[in-house]
């Protein structure tokens, strides 16, 4: 595997092309998971949901996906990745496309559940594969790459979905975001699994022990564990925020419905493009001077993005909620790149499915399973404006997590002197 540094260099080799698939699906991953939010009110007219049953859909996806994510990452630190990653696009459009037959809410909520599956396969794979193919010193990059496709796509997701959901229903809408997973699950097939931890080779023999004592060693390195719990307090804001901003945009602010899914979306893939690449080169950069580089952008970013936050939610002029969802969204995305490369940094790599995996429950049992239905309950018992505003507690909450992780490991670095581990 080649070293070199530069941008360019990303897509050279067997790494490069995966690293293209990837993204690529990563990009239809996304845009699967979130067209359901530029549905929210056609779904409510039409299958008489309340706020609560709304937030449900998305919750049911969470459970599913949290709890089928250790099974994939088991799977994956023994089997072939490829193939399992396939297994997960077919099964996650599939259950997309079948999403447009629901006739009632529990259809729907089933359909939206075996999106969790396959999307759980992929989520849990994908990091560790990319990790394996793309040594530290472009990590970030190649993850700044890759997760550039999750802004992209749920831009996709809010931009198509209501295009189409105007024009031709939100049936359609389910079914056309679902129909590209056949030839996505092709291209799985054709990728190359490279050995786990091939340019990293001192790790290997501490990922040659059973599931459980893995789960113990992974629940007592605390750099992953602090990792994982700001990750937990981010998605929980994310994903409360994803699923409910267009309708927030409409009910609280008079954006009429295909306008805000269309104004949200393009707000999205405008910060997420630049906020994902710039936070992953960024962090590369500051590496050479910073140890715990990833975890300072991380933390920073996302403690500047919680009062711009807030204005968004406080605020009725366009122009300012609209500048100051720019830049909580661009500082947002400027985290995804480096806390996911913090993650793999600090773990084996044989160990690296299982440890996406646990995160993977983690942040979802305690993120964005329960945020939008949390906030769906408080919207029906007061109102979505007034509900949303514990999205930016939870910012403020994941950037002093992070923080505090990255002075913590610089702190115990220089105690332990320069040849310190990592894991200290």
């Known amino acids: 595997m080649h070293s070199t540094p530069g941008a360019a260099r990303l897509f050279h080799g067997p790494g490069g092309r995966a690293l293209l698939v990837l993204t690529f699906i990563n990009?239809?991953?996304?845009?699967?998971?979130?067209?359901?939010?530029?549905?929210?009110?056609?779904?409510?007219?039409?299958?008489?949901?309340?706020?609560?049953?709304?937030?449900?859909?998305?919750?049911?996806?969470?459970?599913?996906?949290?709890?089928?994510?250790?099974?994939?990452?088991?799977?994956?630190?023994?089997?072939?990745?490829?193939?399992?990653?396939?297994?997960?696009?077919?099964?996650?459009?599939?259950?997309?496309?079948?999403?447009?037959?629901?006739?009632?809410?529990?259809?729907?909520?089933?359909?939206?559940?075996?999106?969790?599956?396959?999307?759980?396969?992929?989520?849990?794979?994908?990091?560790?594969?990319?990790?394996?193919?793309?040594?530290?010193?472009?990590?970030?990059?190649?993850?700044?790459?890759?997760?550039?496709?999750i802004p992209i796509g749920s831009a996709l997701g809010y931009i198509v979905g209501g295009l189409v959901e105007h024009r031709f229903g939100w049936r359609t809408a389910f079914v056309i975001s679902g129909a590209p997973g056949v030839l996505l699950a092709y291209w799985c097939l054709r990728l190359p699994d490279p050995p786990r931890g091939a340019s990293e080779r001192p790790w290997l023999e501490l990922g040659k022990r059973g599931l459980a004592a893995t789960y113990r060693r992974l629940l007592a390195n605390r750099p992953y564990v602090l990792a994982v719990a700001g990750y937990a307090a981010y998605t929980f804001a994310v994903g409360g925020m994803a699923f409910w901003m267009p309708a927030f945009l409409e009910r609280s602010r008079g954006v009429p419905r295909a306008i805000a899914t269309v104004q949200f979306g393009a707000v999205v893939v405008m910060t997420g493009f630049a906020g994902t690449f710039a936070g992953g080169f960024f962090a590369d950069w500051l590496r050479r001077r910073r140890r715990e580089a990833d975890l300072w952008v991380s933390g920073i970013a996302t403690l500047l993005a919680a009062p711009l936050s807030l204005m968004v939610f406080l605020t009725w002029r366009p122009g300012l909620y609209l500048s100051a969802l720019i830049g909580a969204q661009l500082l947002l995305f400027a985290s995804s790149g480096p806390i996911n490369a913090a993650l793999m940094n600090v773990v084996p790599p044989a160990e690296r499915a299982t440890a996406a995996a646990l995160s993977i429950l983690a942040i979802h049992v305690f993120g964005d399973l329960p945020s939008p239905t949390l906030i769906g309950v408080l919207s029906d018992h007061s109102s979505l404006g007034r509900a949303v505003l514990i999205v930016p507690a939870a910012i403020l909450v994941s950037g002093a997590i992070w923080t505090w992780a990255a002075w913590r490991g610089e702190r115990a670095a220089r105690a332990a002197g320069p040849d310190a581990d990592r894991a200290a």
């Open 27 to 149: 990009l239809f991953n996304y845009l699967d998971r979130f067209v359901v939010s530029a549905l929210v009110e056609s779904l409510r007219a039409d299958l008489w949901l309340t706020d609560t049953r709304l937030g449900w859909l998305m919750t049911s996806f969470t459970i599913v996906y949290a709890l089928a994510s250790p099974v994939f990452g088991a799977l994956g630190d023994r089997r072939s990745r490829p193939p399992l990653v396939a297994l997960g696009v077919l099964l996650w459009s599939s259950a997309t496309m079948l999403s447009g037959a629901a006739r009632g809410f529990y259809t729907l909520l089933l359909a939206r559940a075996a999106v969790g599956v396959g999307e759980a396969a992929y989520g849990t794979l994908s990091p560790g594969l990319l990790a394996d193919f793309f040594g530290k010193e472009r990590r970030g990059r190649a993850y700044a790459t890759f997760f550039a496709a």
